[in-house]
């Protein structure tokens, strides 16, 4: 036989509220403090009324976006997606960017902590420090939502939602088109960006592994850490070309487009290397286009901030379940590659 519905004393006695608040909340009449709506709303979840559940929050949802100090056309990319989605959800939502030197832990975990502004809910880009760590956890901890996007934080649990892609997984597949696309034996350069930053760390260790187990008669150089600066990628690549064993592939998981790019120069198409790098930018797209660069792996922004969003609407009772719990990355080469603009 199928359930009964829970009535509002029910309702009222697990969310610690009177029967009269149950029904100005689930009538959406107003006069009940936010915290109290959001009591109301977690209650009537739990017992499954089988109704269309009101938003906690009445007014504008104010989310803030955080995230390290990184200026490049992948973080725009990222940052136009949220804009985006929020205009394209038709919520009355309000994104708040907020960029932090990674050095200023001090004021971010304030930030987090203590907002300066209603906050409904956390976006997090962040690295995976101690300090974050905890003002993270401590936030989750008095009831604000936040999901990670980009850069993960084990051990965290399900209250912290990752909703980027897997970054090993990403540095596998490189390395099993790498070895896919190459027809001469010789050495693979693999540059990392910033060595202790945990999307590039776990992309190295995907790459490293199928290229070693796969791929053994090539010989694998790296990870070099060119601490995504442009002309130290630059100096490594022009060093490697000098080698006595062809250098024959160039994966690069973070910057330094421009600097290798310069570095292969006026190569011919016989003698450039396999090159495949992360995120389908301008830059990389052209680069695509005119077979410099032979493939990218790209971890859809646009996705990241879609589920982002859903869960954060969901976790103040305004839609549904999310669906899709982690973004799938995408494979892109010239045969795919997007139009010039």
Same mark, same amino acid.
């Given at each position: 036989?199928?359930?009964?519905?829970?009535?509002?004393?029910?309702?009222?006695?697990?969310?610690?509220?009177?029967?009269?608040?149950?029904?100005?909340?689930?009538?959406?009449?107003?006069?009940?403090?936010?915290?109290?709506?959001?009591k109301?709303?977690? %209650?009537?979840?739990? $017992?499954g009324? =089988? #109704?269309? /559940?009101?938003?906690?929050? @009445?007014?504008? !949802?104010?989310?803030?976006?955080?995230?390290?100090?990184?200026?490049?056309?992948?973080?725009?990319?990222?940052?136009?997606?949220?804009?985006?989605?929020?205009?394209?959800?038709?919520?009355?939502?309000?994104?708040?960017?907020?960029?932090?030197?990674?050095?200023?832990?001090?004021?971010l975990?304030?930030?987090?902590?203590?907002?300066?502004?209603?906050?409904?809910?956390?976006i997090?880009?962040?690295?995976?420090?101690?300090e974050?760590?905890?003002?993270?956890?401590?936030?989750?901890?008095?009831?604000?939502?936040?999901?990670?996007?980009?850069?993960?934080?084990?051990?965290?649990?399900?209250?912290?939602?990752?909703?980027?892609?897997?970054?090993?997984?990403?540095? %596998?597949?490189?390395? $099993?088109?790498? =070895? #896919?696309? /190459?027809?001469?034996?010789? @050495?693979?350069? !693999?540059?990392?960006?910033?060595?202790?930053?945990?999307?590039?760390?776990?992309?190295?260790?995907?790459?490293?592994?199928?290229?070693?187990?796969?791929?053994?008669?090539?010989?694998?150089?790296?990870?070099?850490?060119m601490?995504?600066?442009?002309?130290?990628?630059?100096?490594?690549?022009?060093?490697?070309?000098?080698?006595?064993?062809?250098?024959?592939?160039?994966?690069?998981?973070?910057?330094?487009?421009?600097?290798?790019?310069?570095?292969?120069?006026?190569?011919?198409?016989?003698?450039?290397?396999?090159?495949?790098?992360?995120?389908?930018?301008?830059?990389?797209?052209?680069?695509?286009?005119?077979?410099?660069i032979?493939?990218?792996?790209?971890?859809?922004?646009?996705?990241?901030?879609?589920? =982002?969003?859903?869960?954060?609407?969901?976790?103040?009772?305004?839609?549904?379940?999310?669906?899709?719990?982690?973004?799938?990355?995408?494979?892109?080469?010239?045969?795919?590659?997007?139009?010039?603009?």
């Amino acid at each position: 036989m199928p359930r009964n519905k829970p009535n509002f004393h029910q309702i009222a006695e697990l969310a610690g509220v009177s029967p009269s608040t149950v029904d100005r909340v689930l009538n959406d009449r107003g006069g009940v403090s936010e915290a109290r709506r959001k009591k109301v709303l977690e %209650a009537a979840r739990r $017992l499954g009324t =089988g #109704r269309v /559940l009101p938003s906690s929050v @009445r007014g504008s !949802m104010h989310f803030d976006i955080i995230r390290t100090k990184a200026e490049n056309e992948f973080s725009r990319r990222m940052e136009q997606a949220l804009q985006r989605v929020a205009s394209m959800l038709g919520k009355s939502i309000v994104l708040h960017r907020s960029v932090w030197a990674s050095e200023d832990q001090a004021p971010l975990v304030k930030f987090m902590t203590k907002p300066r502004h209603r906050r409904h809910g956390l976006i997090m880009v962040a690295g995976d420090t101690p300090e974050v760590r905890g003002a993270l956890e401590l936030a989750v901890g008095n009831g604000m939502p936040a999901v990670l996007m980009v850069n993960n934080l084990p051990g965290l649990g399900q209250n912290v939602p990752y909703v980027g892609v897997d970054n090993r997984a990403a540095g %596998a597949t490189a390395a $099993l088109l790498m =070895g #896919r696309f /190459l027809r001469r034996e010789g @050495r693979v350069l !693999m540059l990392t960006g910033l060595s202790n930053f945990q999307p590039y760390r776990e992309r190295s260790e995907g790459f490293t592994q199928v290229m070693k187990r796969d791929f053994p008669h090539l010989e694998l150089v790296g990870p070099v850490d060119m601490r995504d600066e442009e002309e130290l990628a630059e100096a490594a690549v022009r060093s490697h070309l000098r080698g006595a064993t062809p250098l024959v592939g160039i994966y690069g998981n973070g910057q330094g487009t421009t600097g290798v790019d310069r570095a292969l120069g006026r190569l011919s198409p016989e003698e450039r290397p396999v090159w495949i790098t992360h995120e389908s930018t301008p830059q990389h797209d052209a680069l695509l286009r005119a077979g410099r660069i032979s493939a990218l792996i790209d971890q859809d922004p646009e996705a990241q901030a879609f589920h =982002g969003m859903q869960y954060l609407l969901y976790a103040n009772h305004d839609g549904p379940a999310p669906a899709v719990a982690q973004t799938r990355f995408h494979i892109i080469t010239a045969e795919n590659a997007p139009p010039p603009l």
